[in-house]
């Protein structure tokens, strides 16, 4: 029997600078020159800038966001596939810093092949502003990484080496941990025992992997091409799933949000009280054509069947295309019984597709909503917008621009309220 994951996780309440990388009652200090560090080629330098709720700060061109973690008994074990050997997450202790993220910021589109990585509109957190209540990143105390390329590197090198010193970063913080004595607060994902009379809840968890930046890591390598899987849901906890894609900010699955994925976390919560969480299955979006679309959906569709659930939350990656993967995968789970609710966002035009069984969708926000202007006092990162204006110059912006602001894995702020 495998040893259950355990999340332990010690509470940041403010970073600054320091000589020693420490953690002590709440406050993170950081020795920028142990990340700096870390540069490898084709990185030629990194721009160590900190950023608080409440600052009069922009940050620009944010590819990632990645939560501290690191495993206390195997640091090298930490992300395995992208920092060290493959071996299976989910299992025994991971210590994490909540309320604080490392963003990665580059300029990304100054690599000619991976030019396609700007072309979908900016990727902004504001910390204060009318944005700042969009973004869920606002409220984090962030470690934004402003990376410096050659501009001659191989877009492919660039990639992999910018996350590699984003999720180091993000380890080497966690690493602190060890030395902070006793965790805020330790939670467990043990779903081995499961209770007969409660009803049987499934995740199925969209991804995209379509090549550079638009890419889904499963321990280390791309999903391209990948059948529906089963996996277990303290693996996606426990870091191995990592986000490659760069497009469509306000829409973006970053690594965080598998990391503290807000389905399975709540589900975990609940598992054994009133509900039993029956396992997760990841499947693609994107797919070329309608065959390959149906293919998958019912695939998937038959894994969670076969897991015995009665229902399924299923999240969304994206929009346009790959609405339509979800719609086809609802419908395939509604005709084998299992009731099934999908989170998904809208646009000014509505659903991109619909499908009869869609009766219960949960909407994280209209990707259209104009965020009204805002004149930052400071801007993290290239201080440029893609048509060549100024970042810091007001002007209003889609929500869309926002890193995560409307994203589809249950971690956006959107709320509906009624009046």
């Not at 990665?104 to 509109?121: I, N, P």
């Not at 049987?200 to 889904?216: F, K, R, Y």
């Not at 999240?315 to 989170?343: K, P, W, Y």
Request: glycine share 8%; net charge negative; charged share 20%.
């Amino acid at each position: 029997m495998t040893q259950p994951l355990t999340l332990r996780t010690w509470d940041v309440t403010g970073v600054a600078f320091g000589d020693v990388t420490r953690l002590d009652a709440g406050l993170l200090e950081i020795d920028v020159g142990e990340l700096e560090a870390q540069i490898v080629s084709p990185v030629v330098g990194i721009d160590v800038r900190l950023a608080a709720p409440g600052d009069a700060v922009r940050i620009t061109h944010v590819l990632d966001a990645v939560i501290p973690s690191v495993k206390p008994d195997d640091p090298a074990a930490t992300f395995p596939g992208i920092l060290g050997p493959v071996a299976p997450a989910g299992r025994g202790a991971t210590n994490r810093l909540a309320g604080v993220a490392v963003l990665s910021v580059a300029d990304f589109g100054t690599l000619t092949a991976a030019a396609q990585a700007t072309t979908e509109g900016e990727s902004l957190v504001d910390m204060n502003g009318p944005g700042a209540e969009a973004c869920p990143f606002s409220s984090m105390h962030n470690v934004v990484l402003v990376f410096r390329l050659d501009p001659a590197a191989d877009p492919v090198e660039a990639d992999e080496a910018i996350r590699r010193i984003t999720v180091g970063t993000a380890r080497s913080l966690a690493e602190t941990s060890l030395r902070a004595g006793e965790p805020d607060r330790v939670e467990g994902v043990d779903l081995d025992s499961a209770d007969p009379d409660l009803p049987s809840v499934a995740v199925i968890l969209q991804v995209a992997s379509e090549g550079l930046v638009n890419d889904t890591l499963l321990y280390g390598k791309p999903m391209i091409r990948a059948p529906a899987q089963l996996i277990d849901p303290g693996e996606i906890l426990d870091g191995a799933l990592a986000s490659a894609a760069y497009d469509y900010a306000g829409l973006r699955n970053v690594t965080a949000f598998y990391q503290d994925n807000a389905v399975i976390q709540r589900l975990c919560r609940e598992h054994g009280e009133r509900v039993t969480l029956a396992g997760a299955v990841l499947t693609l979006a994107f797919l070329d054509d309608p065959e390959e679309k149906t293919r998958w959906a019912e695939d998937a569709a038959a894994l969670v069947e076969n897991l015995g659930a009665d229902g399924v939350v299923m999240t969304s990656f994206q929009s346009g295309n790959s609405h339509t993967d979800v719609m086809l995968t609802i419908r395939a789970c509604e005709r084998r019984g299992i009731r099934t609710v999908a989170i998904i966002s809208e646009t000014n035009g509505g659903l991109v597709d619909m499908v009869p069984e869609a009766d219960a969708l949960v909407s994280s926000g209209n990707e259209d909503q104009l965020i009204a202007a805002w004149e930052p006092e400071a801007v993290l990162g290239p201080n440029s917008f893609l048509d060549g204006t100024k970042a810091d110059h007001p002007r209003p912006l889609p929500i869309a621009a926002y890193l995560a602001a409307v994203e589809q894995t249950g971690s956006s702020r959107m709320q509906a309220v009624t009046l």
